[in-house]
């Protein structure tokens, strides 16, 4: 019989026994043994960051770019509510997390103790699941239970809350079999008889189209691949959300662009204009519908999705399908190419389609003398797809031209805060990555805003040597606020410029990153190429046009079709209605 050990190395055991190799976190009064117990342990590789939001960033980056589960370790109190914003990301968009936060001792639960907070109540309702462990021989398998929620399923984020008392604490630990939850058992395969009536819609449609989302990217790369199947054998043009972007490659043929509020012109008319909707992995959030009794109003709709609670949620389907969507894309290939269904002659379709394209939504004003946000995520595509870089981004602008500019032609390879819009979630993001990834290029598109959200985890980059390069696109405002205040408020510019703003170069070098400024467009290729050249870590501040809006857009409370292609079309101020929706 095992000897008994405390609860700190029994939950290291089983970290061990999951296979975890890293953790990201923070050390307080409420791990110290947990931390001791890794210490003695040595197998298990700590990063310190330097705020806990970042823990969650990162290990969200991790998680994204090698499809593993992220961990997290913070303390009790500041530690735990620090780590929220970071829960709440991985929820909404669905990714495996696994966060250990410390807690007061049993006995002065509820007493107001030093660091003491409701980490259970808080986290309930942006986790998955969580647990409060208050005795230690509890603890291997409630360790093993929080992965197996947080990766199987919808992906995402689960809080364990351990008391100190409950770490120090000694039982016997033994590593459990396969997890049989008594409840929680998603359905992952699809009703085969849904599948084939799925497979005979697309054979009959005359105006299909795929929309995809970050579930496809979930399910794994195979996934990815299926898709590419499918698109092939049904001849059907492919849209994605934000999350989706690198489950099909941005140079395919049957490629339209990112859908939604600032989605190409082409793939939102043909969502519009589609007589049969297959969404798989996506979940019609109101970014990419727009007003809801406007939103395709004439096409069937088929939704492939593991969620139970997001089919039928926002838009009422014809066809819901509830399994994993990988297993059902395998499913509906192979039932597709076993029915003998000849490719549907999607010529007319097809030529609406390229007359949307014309229209050139993405193009925009060149300068001589500023550097346009376009042309530099361009500029930064060029020289940089070769490598197949991880690409992650903070919030704004910057994050929706990285998406409409870069082209991302696999899946993993795009880390972005898309449901809950995580300011300073992309320099976290990309140290995560980058240690997921140690031979990768990880870039983090950035704004000069966004990144001064975590900029204390330049640190974090410098002490474990990682070679990361953030992109600030540098337009002095906080960009996306400005548009909507220009847009929607009269140009009323009410604490959207920056006016106090760092050296960025200088900042960089103060934390042992190099540094360079872009100010002209005949500075921007050689830049980059300095940026890459450098085998540390980079940090670009190049200074783009500062009154530049992202188009296309869809306005909060417009139909999707309803799309702005330059600020010329905007009219007046937004009704209250509309500012509502922003």
């Not at 189209?209 to 691949?225: E, F, K």
């Not at 490719?343 to 949307?356: S, V």
Request: charged fraction near 20%.
């Amino acid at each position: 019989m095992n000897a008994e050990q405390s609860g700190a190395d029994i939950l290291v055991e089983a970290l061990c026994d999951l296979g975890v190799e890293i953790v990201f976190g923070y050390p307080g009064g409420a791990v110290l043994p947990i931390y001791d117990a890794l210490f003695r342990s040595g197998r298990i590789k700590h990063i310190l960051v330097r705020h806990e939001q970042a823990a969650t960033h990162a290990a969200e980056g991790y998680a994204r770019s090698t499809g593993k589960c992220g961990v997290v370790l913070v303390t009790s109190g500041p530690g735990a509510t620090n780590a929220v914003t970071g829960i709440t990301d991985a929820l909404m968009d669905s990714i495996p997390m696994v966060v250990i936060t410390g807690q007061v001792p049993t006995a002065l639960i509820g007493t107001d103790a030093f660091q003491e907070a409701d980490t259970v109540g808080i986290t309930r309702h942006c986790s998955k699941h969580n647990y409060l462990v208050k005795n230690p021989a509890d603890l291997g398998s409630t360790i093993h239970e929080a992965f197996h929620i947080a990766t199987s399923g919808r992906p995402g984020p689960v809080v364990v809350d351990i008391p100190k008392d409950v770490q120090v604490a000694t039982a016997r630990y033994a590593k459990p079999g396969p997890i049989k939850h008594k409840t929680y058992r998603p359905q992952v395969k699809a009703d085969p008889a849904l599948i084939e009536q799925a497979v005979d819609m697309i054979a009959a449609a005359e105006r299909p189209i795929l929309y995809t989302g970050g579930g496809i990217i979930n399910a794994g790369p195979a996934a990815s691949q299926l898709l590419r199947e499918l698109a092939r054998i049904t001849g059907a043009p492919v849209t994605s959300t934000l999350m989706g972007l690198g489950a099909y490659p941005a140079s395919g043929d049957a490629w339209l662009g990112m859908l939604g509020m600032h989605g190409t012109y082409e793939a939102n008319m043909a969502m519009h204009g589609a007589d049969l909707i297959v969404c798989l992995g996506a979940r019609f959030d109101d970014r990419v519908t727009g007003r809801l009794d406007a939103f395709s109003p004439l096409s069937a709709k088929i939704h492939v999705d593991i969620d139970r609670s997001s089919v039928n949620k926002n838009v009422r389907v014809d066809l819901p399908i509830i399994a994993d969507v990988g297993l059902a894309l395998e499913d509906m290939v192979r039932v597709y190419k076993a029915r003998r269904h000849p490719k549907p002659d999607l010529a007319e379709w097809w030529t609406r389609i390229n007359g949307w394209r014309a229209r050139a939504c993405l193009d925009f004003p060149e300068s001589a003398t500023e550097i346009m946000p376009q042309r530099a995520v361009r500029a930064l595509w060029e020289a940089t797809r070769r490598h197949s870089p991880i690409v992650s981004t903070e919030v704004g602008q910057h994050q929706m031209w990285a998406a409409q500019h870069y082209g991302f032609e696999g899946p993993n390879k795009w880390l972005t805060s898309g449901g809950l819009g995580t300011m300073g979630y992309g320099l976290p993001a990309a140290i995560g990555a980058q240690l997921g990834n140690p031979n990768a290029l990880c870039i983090d598109i950035a704004g000069e805003a966004s990144i001064q959200m975590n900029i204390q985890e330049l640190a974090t980059a410098t002490q474990y040597r990682l070679p990361v390069k953030v992109f600030i696109l540098n337009n002095q405002y906080m960009g996306m606020v400005r548009q909507w205040q220009e847009l929607t408020y009269s140009s009323r510019y009410s604490e959207s410029y920056s006016d106090a703003l760092p050296d960025f170069v200088k900042l960089a070098e103060a934390y042992g990153w190099k540094g360079i400024r872009i100010e002209h467009p005949d500075q921007l290729d050689d830049g980059i190429a300095a940026m890459l050249a450098h085998d540390g870590p980079v940090m670009v501040d190049c200074m783009v046009a500062k009154l530049t809006n992202c188009f296309p857009m869809i306005p909060s409370g417009a139909a999707h079709t309803d799309m702005i292609l330059h600020v010329s079309e905007v009219e007046g101020e937004m009704d209250d209605e509309a500012k509502a929706l922003v």
